[in-house]
């Protein structure tokens, strides 16, 4: 009887842990937000910044925002976008 009870219990325990690890690392929707800024010529525009959503776990969403973050050099224009989760 004994030996049934610690089977059952290390059951439930290992599903307690189980769901307690699945529920850490949920799917949610994020918010990706950029600040773009331009230089090196008159009259460019202000800075500017723009939004989107990311669907996944907020790991791979982290992952995918900061990829985002960019230099471009056309012109003789530096823009320069930042991301990150909001």
């Known amino acids: 009887m004994k030996r049934y009870f610690k089977s059952r219990f290390g059951l439930a325990a290992a599903l ?3 769901v307690v690890m699945s529920s850490s690392s949920c799917v949610k929707t994020y918010i990706c937000h950029c600040d773009i800024a331009y ?4 009259g460019l525009p202000d800075s500017t910044s723009s939004e989107f959503n990311i ?3 907020k790991g791979n969403a982290e992952t995918q925002c900061r990829a ?3 230099v471009y050099y056309k012109n003789a224009t530096y823009t320069v976008e930042n991301c990150y989760l909001y």
Do not use: H, L, M, N
Request: glycine share 0%.
């Open 16 to 18: 307690v842990v189980a």
């Open 55 to 57: 669907t996944d776990t």
């Open 39 to 42: 230089s090196a010529k008159p």
């Open 68 to 70: 985002q973050t960019k």
